[in-house]
């Protein structure tokens, strides 16, 4: 079957992007961040994230990506701006968070590291039983359960860490460059688990990452940012239908989507320092 | 061990796997083996140099003396044992409560660490010899006396390993727990002090050792005697009557007890631990 792939730079006109949706869930207005010691992590973003969205940032390192999502996580406070949450998302509690690292509690086996944010909202281990059991059946851990995360692969590991990110079922998953520390086969494998799990549940991702391929291979928008100040340089919409699959990663069009981020990305990276007409 | 040899009868070895094998069980036999046959000469040569140079008993008793006496003086001897056992333990008792405590009161907040800190500092670095009149003062009940010298010596490393531990931990689950809404106590119980176990644990096994070290001491220069008296109270006692068997009796039980505290922390630290924790994992792979 032949996708219809439409690549396009520049702002997208919006809720026309595969599978994303239309109304806004997040809206960052004007979002600046400058620490203690002068740098401008941000400078005046404006990023409207829509409910159903798998979005990536894709940059260079000290674009502020990171810093974005700390920002949109509730971790970090911005200097200008605000965010304007929409619809009946509750900033903090709706929010997933998955590290580069697993990050996982090294003395709780799987099951209590899945049910470490329940826990935390006062689920006894009985009432949350069904909600893990299930979430660890989702990525494919069943049978893992009393396994200690030091008897676990880095990518069952990973694997822990997206299910503890998802077993409250929230509007908005973060994900600050989860996979990029696995081997390629194993970052294929769990690119395809995790659009899986999102066409399933229906989360909004933001996903940060400075790979291209990944990038494209997973979301219907990419944010592309530069560094010096950080900021919001460009945005392609990938409109290649989902379910997306290993065919679809061999593909001449995911091969035409990639050289089309790596240009943007390219210019942003040597635009970074100078000044860039905005959109 | 057994599935190494059942592979080496099953799978042919090269010579440096099979010299590797060998070597590895030469090293497991001579690890027990070594200190065995050491001790048992120096004991033997010990006897040797009695009998040849003739010395006193009063002065070097021959080791089957020595034997002898911690039989024929069980009773007298045993007794000192729990009494300097109780001051030990309950001191170890009291510096886990305390060292604990506090490094959890430290924890809280950084302005109380910082202010109260060098206090304990200053009361670990002072000898507590040097310290031992002044309680002899200000504290009349001689088992308190004891034991708050056993507490200053001991609780010290399980302070600054537990403050170190409580605040080593990875920011990223610090974050985590407040994404996920945790209060201060919820990141205390569920994220801290787990935390903080493998460095308490580190601070237990040396506070053991000193709190018996605290507990001796505290007993030689507050030179109680009577029936009721530990073994370093035995210890003088043995001195001034030239009892030297006695003296190393008592002596050999204070290094034995000590040993087995070591010994009980060590495998106490390895059963919390060994579940998780890097150091507690085998060491082949």
């Given amino acids: ?279 | 061990m057994t599935a190494i040899e059942r592979q080496s009868g099953a799978v042919v070895l090269d010579p440096e796997e099979a010299r590797r094998v060998r070597a590895a069980r030469l090293e497991r036999i001579g690890k027990w083996l070594l200190p065995l046959v050491i001790m048992i000469v120096a004991i033997w040569l010990w006897d040797r140099i009695c009998v040849w140079n003739e010395i006193p008993r009063y002065i070097l008793p021959r080791p089957g003396e020595v034997i002898a006496t911690l039989y024929n003086d069980a009773a007298l001897l045993f007794g000192s044992l729990l009494v300097t056992l109780r001051i030990t333990f309950l001191g170890l008792a009291l510096a886990v409560a305390g060292g604990v405590g506090l490094a959890v009161l430290f924890a809280q907040s950084k302005w109380v660490e910082m202010s109260f800190f060098p206090f304990a500092v200053i009361l670990q670095v002072t000898p507590i010899v040097a310290i031992f009149p002044l309680i002899n003062i200000y504290v009349d009940n001689q088992t308190a006396k004891l034991l708050l010298c056993a507490w200053i010596v001991a609780f010290f490393p399980i302070l600054s390993n537990t403050t170190l531990g409580l605040n080593s931990v990875d920011r990223n689950l610090i974050d985590l727990f407040k994404l996920n809404g945790a209060t201060k106590w919820q990141q205390l119980w569920h994220l801290r002090l787990p935390a903080a176990m493998p460095y308490f644990l580190g601070g237990l096994k040396i506070a053991g050792g000193l709190s018996l070290i605290g507990a001796v001491v505290a007993e030689f220069v507050a030179g109680s005697t009577g029936q009721s008296s530990g073994l370093a109270s035995r210890i003088i006692e043995a001195g001034y009557r030239l009892n030297a068997p006695r003296l190393f009796a008592a002596l050999i039980l204070i290094s034995f007890t000590g040993i087995v505290i070591f010994l009980v922390l060590s495998l106490v630290s390895h059963l919390a631990l060994r579940r998780w924790h890097e150091s507690a994992l085998r060491q082949e792979r």
């Fill in chain 1, 1 to 279: 079957m032949q996708h219809e792939v439409r690549a396009q730079t520049g702002e997208s006109p919006g809720g026309v992007t595969g599978r994303g949706g239309e109304k806004p869930l997040l809206i960052l207005r004007d979002v600046g961040k400058t620490f203690s010691n002068g740098v401008a992590a941000l400078r005046n973003v404006d990023l409207t994230i829509r409910d159903g969205d798998f979005l990536s940032l894709l940059g260079p390192s000290g674009c502020g990506k990171s810093t974005a999502l700390r920002i949109i996580a509730g971790l970090s406070t911005p200097t200008t701006g605000l965010l304007d949450w929409r619809g009946d998302a509750r900033g903090r509690s709706d929010i997933g968070f998955v590290f580069q690292e697993p990050t996982l509690l090294p003395w709780a086996s799987v099951f209590d590291n899945v049910w470490l944010p329940l826990r935390l909202r006062g689920f006894s281990r009985e009432k949350a039983t069904p909600a893990i059991r299930e979430m660890i059946e989702r990525v494919h851990l069943t049978g893992f359960e009393n396994a200690m995360p030091r008897e676990l692969s880095g990518g069952m590991k990973m694997r822990v860490s997206i299910a503890r990110g998802l077993v409250t079922k929230p509007r908005l998953l973060l994900m600050d460059e989860p996979f990029a520390a696995l081997d390629e086969i194993t970052r294929f494998r769990l690119n395809s688990d995790l659009l899986d799990l999102w066409q399933d549940e229906r989360f909004t991702v933001v996903f940060v990452t400075h790979s291209v391929f990944e990038s494209v291979f997973l979301s219907n928008r990419i944010v592309v940012m530069a560094a010096r100040p950080g900021r919001v340089f460009s945005e392609i919409a990938v409109d290649a239908p989902y379910p997306r699959d290993e065919v679809f990663r061999t593909s001449p069009d995911y091969a035409a989507l990639c050289r089309q981020a790596s240009r943007v990305l390219g210019d942003a990276i040597t635009q970074g320092g100078g000044v860039h007409d905005g959109h």
